[in-house]
Each structure stands twice: as C-alpha cells, then as structure tokens.
C-alpha cells in the first residue's frame, strides 16, 4: 500500500508540472486573441471616430451626446452601443497594456480578476500544448508539482493516520509485547566455613 502511494505521489508531481509549464504559453495565447478582439472593436468603431473627427473636433463623447439627445429611439440606441463599446474599447486596452508589457506574476493577477470567458474558451479551442523551456514555465512547473503533492499528501494524511490508529486498536494481545522482568536482585556472596581438621589420636 505504501509503495502504491508512493508512485500515485510520484505521477502527480510529474502531472503538476508538466500541466502547470503550460500556463504561461497559455497566457500568450490568451493576449493573442485578446489583442484580436481589441482591434475589431478598434475597427468597429472607426467610422464613428471620423464622424468625431471631422464634426466635433475627435471628441467622441460629444457625438454620443447628440445621438443621446437625439427624439428617435433607435439613434438613441446608437448612442448606447457607442458609449458601451467606447467602454470597452479603454478596459481592453488597458488591460492589454498589462498582458502584453508585464511581468507573468502581474498578468496572472490580472486574469484572476478580468478574464474574458468568450475569450478564454477561444483560446483554449485552439491551444497545442507544448515542451516549452522558459524560466517562467520552469517556475510554474515546479510551482505546480510542489501543489499538487502537497494537496495529495494534505489528503492521505488523516487516512493514513486513522490507519495507525485502528491498526493499534486492533493489534492482539499476544502480539502486543510483554512488559519487561524487574531486574533480578545481585547476588550477594556468603564464604562457607572450612570444616574443622580431624586431630589424630597420640601413637604408644
């Protein structure tokens, strides 16, 4: 059982890092597309910008004031739409600043708190996994390997240690060993008497 454990160990350390190497390639993939979107959006909304250009002097929240002020509903609508994507438009640019020119720790921070979902499974659809050598991947590696025994052995532990216990619980008594003898007492030495000499009777 031990050794079973042991190797169940082993393959999660190797699994941890080689899932885990892969992090950063996958976060290049991410800012990729990201700075895809980012650009389609830019696209988008170009023509709105000329409008802005030549009208309002490039400022283009005063065109979507007017198009606010606007009686129709639907170029109130437009006025909406451009200010939602004009929105996103600076989020995803910003956040392209951190993707693209920051350190990996940052864009991990990052990510945690504005990750794309559309994007991220975009991305994953369409990542090939690899054997990269970074010093970036070989951090997360063994950032990786190191969680994942460590979550392994978190888990066995109470088992393992309910294991000791009943196994001691149920040890039989002839099995359990033997409390030790008292030592036995020094023996003390007692010199015997020398019997006493035979005297012999006078000769005539």
Known sequence: MRMLLGLIDRLLFAAGFALA??????????????????????????????????????????LIADLHAAPAAGI???????????AHELEMRNGLQILEHETLARRLVYLAGHLDADIARA?????????????????????????FSGLFNLLRWPFSLWRRRNRRSSMPAAAKPAPAAPPAP?????????????????TL
């Not at 830019?42 to 005063?62: F, L, P, T």
């Not at 991305?123 to 969680?147: E, H, I, M, N, T």
Request: hydrophobic share 35%; with cysteine.
């Open 21 to 62: 190497m892969q992090l950063p390639q996958f976060v290049d993939a991410y800012t990729q597309r990201y700075g895809g979107y980012h650009q389609a959006l830019v696209d988008s909304m170009a023509e709105y910008q000329r409008n802005a250009d030549e009208h309002y002097g490039g400022d283009i929240d005063k």
């Open 76 to 86: 109130h609508d437009i006025g909406d739409k451009l200010q939602r994507d004009r």
């Open 123 to 147: 991305a994953w659809a369409s990542f090939q996994p690899g054997l990269p050598l970074s010093f970036d991947a070989l951090l997360c590696g063994l950032v990786g390997a190191v969680l």
């Open 186 to 202: 020094p023996k003390t030495y007692k010199p015997t008497p020398k019997p006493p000499a035979e005297r012999k009777a006078p």
